[in-house]
């Protein structure tokens, strides 16, 4: 927890000691889809299975460059129960979790505009940057929720850590409406440090992982729902790939606040 504190403090401190140089500032909200990658969802990566709102504030430092610190809340989520693939329905596992993101974006714009002015009305653009999340995954049977990371559904020692490292890159239009105010469109992926955004990363568990443990019987049930039907002990959980991904799309909305020394066209 203290680490990703720490970054978070870090992009704040950055984005503001810029923005005493930076010409034009530009703040906006988003809102729309979002949609997740990895062992529960193997092969759909433009599935939206929730929502995504967030805010952002950006230093335009030239009509092609901007950088900007984004907050972001999505939630995500996947079911085998309603899978298609017979294998997965069997295996019956599901999970849901908030996505609770900030990150560092630089934008690139690539025809000459920004909000507040510019030779164009529009532009596509592409980001990337870094950044840090914190999630949770649960998962619900019979009406009850459980938060996953404490049942060691693969037989962990301890618990997974809930934050990590977040990488986005994406793609949007830009569109100037009046005067300062500006619309957007995006979709954006991001490349996580953890494989353990669905609670499944590894393999079943063998018998007696969980004795002397708290809650062994529901760690049992939640490690393998299928009732013997698939989960072997040493067999995959999930896929092989080592991090999950999650994505964000949606429309935005933003004012700039262009100041008197702003660069010219």
């Not at 995504?52 to 092609?64: I, Q, T």
């Not at 469109?185 to 568990?205: A, F, H, M």
């Not at 809650?215 to 299928?226: T, V």
Request: with cysteine.
């Amino acid at each position: 927890m203290r680490y990703t504190q720490n970054l978070f403090c870090f992009l704040a401190l950055f984005l503001s000691g810029l923005g005493l140089k930076a010409q034009t500032l530009e703040v906006g909200l988003m809102g729309g889809g979002a949609g997740y990658l990895g062992d529960l969802n193997q092969n759909s990566p433009a599935k939206i299975s929730g929502i995504n709102a967030g805010a952002f504030v950006k230093m335009n430092l030239d009509p092609y460059w901007a950088l900007g610190l984004h907050y972001n809340y999505g939630k995500i989520k996947a079911d085998d129960a309603v899978s298609d693939n017979g294998h997965f329905k069997a295996r019956n596992l599901n999970f849901h979790t908030p996505v609770n993101e900030l990150t560092l974006q630089l934008d690139f714009n690539f025809l000459e505009y920004f909000a507040g002015g510019g030779a164009k009305k529009f532009t596509p653009y592409i980001y990337t940057g870094i950044g840090g999340i914190l999630f949770n995954p649960t998962a619900t049977y019979n009406g009850n929720d459980y938060d996953l990371r404490f049942y060691a559904t693969e037989g962990q020692t301890k618990a997974y850590k809930n934050y990590t490292i977040t990488v986005p890159y994406g793609a949007g239009m830009k569109f100037r409406l009046k005067e300062s105010w500006g619309l957007m469109t995006q979709i954006g992926y991001r490349i996580t440090n953890t494989d353990y955004l669905d609670d499944v990363s590894l393999r079943y568990p063998g018998p007696g992982s969980w004795d002397g443990r708290d809650r062994a019987q529901e760690s049992e049930f939640l490690s393998d729902p299928s009732n013997a039907l698939i989960g072997a002990a040493g067999t995959q959980r999930g896929d092989f790939r080592k991090r999950d991904t999650y994505m964000f799309v949606g429309i935005g909305i933003s004012y700039t606040f262009v100041s008197q020394k702003c660069y010219t066209f």
